[in-house]
């Protein structure tokens, strides 16, 4: 079976700033796969090009074996394009937006309509379908741009940071809204900067850092190359004072405080779990719990990439759309 | 075609009535002719072309000038650009937008031109055509000049000095055949030289068929070369 995304070399250079390196992936239908990287990484740049709205320095992609630039009407015509900023026309009503973005697939009259009702009802718009988009919150934008690139029942769909900016509620709307979508048979590519969205969402992950893919596996075996450092989660009441003589224990090679619990790094749980409970009892701390946890995409990632997590917690900042990319 | 017509009615429903266009499209034209025209012994074969020439430059072009870089700028024209739509398709269905206000204000200003003046078209069907020629070129113009640009405040300055000079130099206040030999070989360069000549002929009725073939030859060379730097211009400028 022919992969629905098949990129070879894609490369992408703007002066003398390497965007996007060499990059060789393949997407299967039905897949949902997630693009992981920090801002600046090359995500948007990638999508941009797999969409057809910037070419390639070099290399070739093929939606369901269309070439992205020789047959771009035919691919295009099969994708649907959630960009990282919501891009629906603040001026026109939720109802006008999906009409136009119909129009624009050559949705038929009567199909439109009904699409159009239909997304709005599931998006939770419908009561709101005649208003301005500009009186729109920013979750509603996003669901209204979501169901913009759906309303030609697109084969495989591109979110670019679906849900960055959003409170939990939308957020979590979106993404069950993508494991609905999936399950009916699309295909999916997405890109985040949330570790934790990556791992609940996809299927498949490639981690890219600086234009390269530097890995790309399923969630779990992606977590697997962390494994040899294993995190000991222990929630006791630690002094200040306390906390160095603990990281001095020759079995722990990191402690890291999460609100009322430890977290520390070990090489060996067998070895330095009797070391902690020695050391509670030395100091009369009192363990409340004592978990052993496994590794998380975030540690692979750390791994991977040698970048502290926290980078992939700022927010990316507001970019002139037609400028510079991710 | 259709999407290029869809894009154009998005286009009139957004950005016909905003300030900007308001402001360079219909009140600009007005005062700029006002200006060197009030004190001057104007006849209405000057008024009515004079006017309509400006109306349909300022108005066509101003559409494409706001609409463009600012679809740029807030993102929306990527939903163009991913959408199975070519970008020769894009350009035309924006050059059909300025072209429909373009019409739009060219017909009104030609009402105001014939009750200021008092005059009368003796051609109204070349009239029309010279109309819908003119504002399709100055449609294709306005994107040619703001293509570049990705913000209003960006496109707005060339655009406008561009339209000026074109004012001045066209032939709308002084004759071309009263200018220096250089400007008229300037002139013949520049497309409101074909527009106001096919106006006064409309309006006069004093038609020489050759010179008519050379101005709608004229605009109509120039409307396509106009989307072509057009397509090519944002072929570059999409990184």
Redesign the interface.
């Known amino acids: 079976m022919n992969p629905t995304i098949k990129t070879q070399g894609l490369t992408k250079r703007?002066h003398d700033v390497l965007a996007v390196d060499h990059l060789d992936l393949e997407v299967s239908e039905g897949e949902i796969f997630g693009l992981l990287g920090p801002n600046g990484a090359g995500k948007t740049t990638t999508i941009r090009m797999l969409?057809?709205?910037?070419s390639p320095t070099s290399g070739t992609i093929r939606i369901d074996n269309h070439d992205i630039i020789r047959e771009?009407?035919?691919a295009?015509?099969l994708?649907g394009?959630v960009?990282d900023?919501?891009?629906?026309?603040?001026?026109?009503s939720a109802w006008?937006n999906l009409i136009?973005?119909a129009?624009?697939?050559?949705v038929p009259k009567l199909e439109r309509e009904n699409r159009a009702n239909a997304l709005l009802e599931l998006f939770g718009l419908f009561e709101r379908r005649k208003d301005d988009v500009a009186g729109f919150s920013r979750g509603m934008k996003r669901r209204l741009t979501i169901a913009?690139a759906l309303i030609h029942k697109p084969k495989l769909l591109f979110l670019d940071e679906p849900t960055t900016g959003l409170d939990v509620q939308s957020s979590r709307l979106i993404r069950n809204l993508i494991k609905e979508l999936n399950a009916d048979g699309a295909t999916v590519f997405l890109t985040t900067h949330y570790i934790e969205e990556a791992d609940q969402l996809c299927q498949r992950i490639a981690i890219i850092n600086k234009g390269k893919i530097v890995a790309m596996d399923n969630p779990e075996k992606l977590k697997a190359i962390s494994e040899e450092r294993q995190v000991i989660e222990v929630s006791f009441i630690l002094p200040k004072g306390l906390e160095d003589k603990l990281k001095g224990l020759s079995c722990i090679s990191e402690v890291s405080r999460f609100g009322d619990k430890c977290r520390l790094r070990v090489d060996d749980t067998s070895e330095a779990v009797p070391a902690l409970v020695d050391f509670s009892r030395e100091n009369n701390l009192k363990i409340i719990s004592i978990n052993t946890l496994k590794p998380t995409l975030e540690d692979a990632f750390v791994k991977l990439t040698g970048l502290n997590p926290e980078v992939m917690k700022t927010e990316k900042e507001p970019v002139?759309?037609?400028?510079?990319?991710d | 075609m259709w999407k290029a017509f869809h894009i154009a009615q998005k286009d009139a429903k957004i950005y016909f009535f905003k300030g900007p266009n308001i402001t360079f499209g219909l009140l600009f034209p007005a005062i700029i002719y006002l200006a060197f025209s009030i004190g001057r012994d104007v006849g209405a074969t000057s008024i009515i072309p004079g006017l309509v020439t400006m109306s349909s430059l300022f108005g066509a072009g101003a559409i494409e000038s706001i609409a463009l870089p600012l679809e740029r700028a807030k993102g929306t024209f990527e939903r163009l650009l991913a959408a199975p739509i070519s970008l020769t398709t894009i350009v035309v269905g924006k050059a059909l937008g300025g072209f429909f206000f373009g019409i739009v204000l060219s017909i009104g200003y030609l009402l105001f031109a014939l009750l200021l003046s008092g005059g009368a078209v003796a051609s109204p069907l070349l009239f029309a055509l010279g109309i819908v020629l003119s504002a399709f070129a100055f449609s294709a113009l306005g994107i040619c000049i703001s293509a570049p640009f990705r913000d209003v405040p960006q496109a707005m300055p060339p655009a406008t000095l561009i339209r000026v000079a074109l004012i001045f130099l066209g032939g709308v206040f002084i004759p071309v055949a009263t200018m220096p030999p250089f400007l008229q070989f300037v002139a013949y360069l520049l497309p409101v030289t074909y527009t106001i000549d096919v106006l006064r002929q409309a309006t006069t009725g004093y038609i020489v068929i050759q010179t008519v073939i050379v101005d709608v030859a004229a605009l109509l060379f120039f409307a396509s070369v106009f989307l072509a730097i057009a397509v090519l211009l944002l072929k570059k400028t999409i990184r």
């Open positions: 703007y969409t057809g709205q910037t771009a009407i035919r295009k015509r994708i394009v960009p900023v919501s891009n629906i026309y603040d001026e026109l006008d136009f973005a129009r624009l697939y050559s913009a002139k759309k037609s400028g510079n990319s």
